[in-house]
């Protein structure tokens, strides 16, 4: 199994959760697919797009739950991110956990379950 994860803000989790499904961040929505990263690109994911935002969470879900809608895509360095077609199921979601600030700024995402 390949574990993926997604960085957002714990407001977005909240809904999504009410809501049952995550239709992606205002990024996402705009670049027409779920961001993912995985464990070894995570770290440079937090320091890139989420440096000095507090009260994130990090989602980890397996990758092959996600099916036909997950795609692998070389990103502008070429490393190859997941990236989500689709609505996120939030049952799908194994592990949720928070990601606080650290003194650098830059969101501290601990040992990725």
Known sequence: MSRIYKILSRAEWTAAEAAGRFEGSAVDRKDGFIHFSTAAQAGETARRHFAGQADLVVLA??????????RWEP????DLFPHLYGVLDTG?????TAAPLGADGVPDLGALP
């Open 61 to 70: 879900l397996e990758a092959e739950d996600l099916g036909g809608a997950l």
């Open 75 to 78: 990103s502008r360095g070429g």
């Open 92 to 96: 799908l979601v194994r592990a949720v």
